[in-house]
T-cell receptor
Framework: KQEVTQIPAALSVPEGENLVLNCSFT??????LQWFRQDPGKGLTSLLL?????REQTSGRLNASLDKSSGRSTLYIAASQPGDSATYLC???????????FGQGTTLQVKP | DTGVSQDPRHKITKRGQNVTFRCDPI?????LYWYRQTLGQGPEFLTY????????KSRLLSDRFSAERPKGSFSTLEIQRTEQGDSAMYLC??????????????FGPGTRLTVL
């Protein structure tokens, strides 16, 4: 059974700092991995999707990497801003059904 | 692009009552997913449709839960005889599946259910 873990559960950093969020999964046979952002009481916004054949994806200040062999993904946020404050969720797609298995999320606070 | 919409945004009901939620996906998307999220947890998969066919249901989806997507467009999720444990955020997502590769899921704002 695939399990997804995100550490730490919460993170507080000063504005401008570069940071890394971690995601680990137990079964390396994944179809894809997605990173989402969730603001309080809101739905999820897709940030990056990495297919199983890819090693990384970049969008603006965000870079996500994937290492299937070690069961890990990282989301790198450069030059953090207060507007980046949110919960970041990692989700693993286990087949072409699109079904996603989510981690519990890391709640990020960027202080001005 | 109107995005994924869900209605209602909030629902408060008494235990034992039936509730129905609606999801309108992005218009050209052929896949539609339902997830449930409780406080402090990541979303959990409930079920998904490809066009009008319901292709997978989680064991979380007890007999009290039923979902439909009658014309391959909007979907409804009904919960019968609600229990306090049903209190959660119900999220809908849609995607365009082209038969290969990965499809990004786009989420709606969710329906927050409170069962008293």
């Amino acid at each position: 059974k695939q399990e997804v873990t995100q550490i730490p559960a919460a993170l507080s950093v000063p504005e401008g700092e570069n940071l890394v969020l971690n995601c680990s999964f137990t079964d390396s046979a994944i179809y894809n991995l997605q990173w989402f952002r969730q603001d309080p009481g809101k739905g999820l916004t897709s940030l990056l999707l990495i297919q199983s054949s890819q090693r990384e994806q970049t969008s603006g200040r965000l870079n996500a990497s994937l290492d299937k062999s070690s069961g890990r993904s990282t989301l790198y946020i450069a030059a953090s801003q207060p507007g980046d404050s949110a919960t970041y969720l990692c989700a693993v797609g286990t087949s072409n059904t699109g079904k996603l298995i989510f981690g519990q999320g890391t709640t990020l606070q960027v202080k001005p | 692009d109107t995005g994924v919409s869900q209605d209602p945004r909030h629902k408060i009901t008494k235990r034992g009552q039936n509730v129905t939620f609606r999801c309108d996906p992005i218009s050209e998307h052929n896949r539609l997913y339902w997830y449930r999220q409780t406080l402090g947890q990541g979303p959990e998969f409930l079920t998904y449709f490809q066009n009008e066919a319901q292709l997978e249901k989680s064991r979380l989806l007890s007999d009290r839960f039923s979902a439909e997507r009658p014309k391959g467009s909007f979907s409804t999720l009904e919960i019968q005889r609600t229990e306090q444990g049903d209190s959660a955020m119900y999220l809908c997502a849609s995607s365009l599946w082209r038969g290969m590769g990965a499809d990004t899921q786009y989420f709606g704002p969710g329906t927050r259910l409170t069962v008293l």
